[in-house]
């Protein structure tokens, strides 16, 4: 079996969103599909009205495939400090024409207030690695592992665009949609993360500096958090570019023409375009921009978020021995 849905980006790509059909009469949400993560949450009739703002919400009482799954609860909390937690249904779930039967759903019965504000997601679903998942007493399956046994392949593909819609493929691997040939890359999976090492970077049309970054590939974290050594010295090439100790970050004015960031892959590299790193206006008058690029302090880890992985064609292999593939598009 294959699937494939759409991958819809919202707001300046800050997260991408696909249509996740759940239960019988099938229920479909927009879930932002979270290589970072590994529970299947979603906004539900168990989550506060107060705390539903727009968003659509799972029924598990409507759908004659539910099952409540006694005494399981989970909670999770995310990098940037929002989290959810609830209770814990199966039920059938059908991504782009790939159905699995008794995937655990995780029902919302409280969300932080980040969620709350996002009125068109409608939860997660991760696609770490199992071994995160939140559930007690007893931990459960992310979508891909129940998937797998059906799968032509035992792999999933990340290929997300910048200001536009991308794809999320499972089963195979899609030779059209990307140029050239993948490299694929050790991953170390031990703490249930798609973890990897790129040997080097460079800034613009500069060299390539053989400082290794060691990060998990993220498509639920919207920015390239990489060491503060690389950060100031991608930012030293932009003359207007400065830390910003309001936002927390660095910024430059928004007509800034931005050089661009090249990561190495084994013997490869992506290269991603400069307008990909000016993220956001950070106030309304939109003079001064978010930088794509951040640190990863006090993480203990850098993270490829979707400012990286947008410039790639990801496969996430998760055969006996589970690598990362990229290549340029
Ligand atoms: C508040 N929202 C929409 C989030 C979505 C995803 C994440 C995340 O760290 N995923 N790896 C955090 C927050």
């Known amino acids: 079996a294959t699937g494939s849905v759409v991958a819809t980006p919202a707001q300046y790509d800050a997260e991408y969103l696909s249509p996740v059909s759940i239960g019988t009469p099938a229920q479909t949400l927009m879930l932002d599909f979270d290589t970072g993560s590994s529970d299947l949450w979603v906004f539900s009739s168990e989550t506060p009205k107060s705390s539903v703002q727009g968003q659509t919400v799972y029924n598990p009482s409507k759908s004659s495939t539910a099952k409540k799954l006694s005494g399981a609860t989970w909670k999770i909390s995310y990098g940037d400090g929002s989290s959810s937690s609830g209770s814990v249904y199966t039920d059938k779930v059908t991504i782009g024409g790939l159905s699995v039967s008794n995937v655990a ?65 499972f089963g195979y691997i899609d030779d059209s949609a990307y140029n050239g040939s993948l490299t694929y890359t050790a991953v170390d999976s031990s703490n249930g993360w798609w973890m990897f090492t790129s040997p080097g970077y460079a800034v613009g049309s500069g060299t390539l500096d053989s400082t290794s970054i060691t990060g998990i590939a993220d498509t639920g974290t919207t ?106 598009k």
């Not at 709350?116 to 399956?141: C, H, M, R, Y």
């Not at 970050?249 to 960031?261: H, I, Q």
Request: aromatic share 12%; glycine share 8%; proline share 5%.
């Open 223 to 328: 920015l390239l958090l990489v060491p503060s050594s690389v950060v100031t010295t991608y930012y030293k090439q932009i003359r207007n570019a400065r830390y910003d100790s309001s936002q927390a970050g660095y910024v430059f004015p928004c007509s800034t023409s931005l050089p661009s960031f090249t990561y190495a892959v084994g013997n490869s590299q992506i290269v991603i375009p400069g307008k990909y790193i000016n993220f956001a206006p950070v106030d309304s008058a939109g003079s001064s921009c978010f930088g794509g690029i951040q640190s990863d302090e006090g993480i203990g880890f850098s993270i490829f978020g979707d400012v990286a992985l947008k410039a790639a064609f990801v496969v996430f292999d998760g055969s006996q021995s589970p690598r990362l593939g990229f290549a340029s």
């Open 105 to 169: 759903v995780e029902s919302a019965q409280k969300v932080s207030r980040e969620f709350t504000a996002e009125a068109d997601l409608d939860g997660l679903l991760g696609l770490a690695f199992s071994s995160i998942n939140t559930v007690q007493p007893t931990q459960q399956k992310t979508f891909f592992d129940m998937a797998k046994p059906s799968l032509d392949s035992a792999v999933f593909t990340a290929d997300l665009k910048y200001g536009k819609a991308g794809k999320y493929n």
